[in-house]
């Protein structure tokens, strides 16, 4: 014996509600989860372009260091000597001994002695180094 069900007006309309109960999940999951960038990288520092660089998957635990122009090393937003970065990566090394990473961020105006003397203090201290490029 079959049963015939009757359709009614109410079943024939799509309910909206869970669409947007979704939608709204969806939209604080997202927010959550993202991840805004540091103010480093707001600072106005025209990298250099290469032609070999491959752009981060993952972005890492790192300490981000900026040269400008001048050739000032700016960390946490602060300008800082040589001394004071030996210092705070110095410390960072102590805390992260196998993971910590920085990353250099150098403008294409900078001189090249603080770059290197940057590059010589996380030699110094084991720490691995990136620089940043225009990719990145």
């Known amino acids: 014996m079959a049963v015939r069900f009757r359709e009614s007006s109410i079943s ?3 309910s909206m509600t869970p669409l947007i109960d979704v939608v709204f999940l969806l939209l ?4 959550v ?3 805004f960038e540091k103010e480093e990288r707001e600072l106005d520092i025209d990298l ?3 032609s070999q660089s491959v752009p981060l998957i993952e972005q890492p635990s790192e300490i981000v260091v900026n040269l400008d122009a001048q050739g000032q090393i700016v960390v946490d937003g602060q300008p800082r000597g040589i ?3 030996e210092g705070i990566l110095r410390q960072a090394s ?3 001994p196998l993971t910590q990473t920085v990353l250099i961020r150098s403008d294409r105006r900078a001189p090249v002695g603080t770059f290197i003397n940057v590059i010589d ?3 110094q201290l084991g720490l691995q180094y990136t620089e940043a490029t225009e990719e990145q």
Do not use: H
């Open 94 to 96: 102590v805390n992260n």
């Open 28 to 31: 604080i999951f997202f927010l």
């Open 83 to 85: 001394d004071e970065l």
């Open 12 to 14: 024939s309309a799509l």
């Open 121 to 123: 203090v996380c030699k």
């Open 33 to 35: 989860t993202s991840r």
């Open 48 to 50: 250099p372009d290469a």
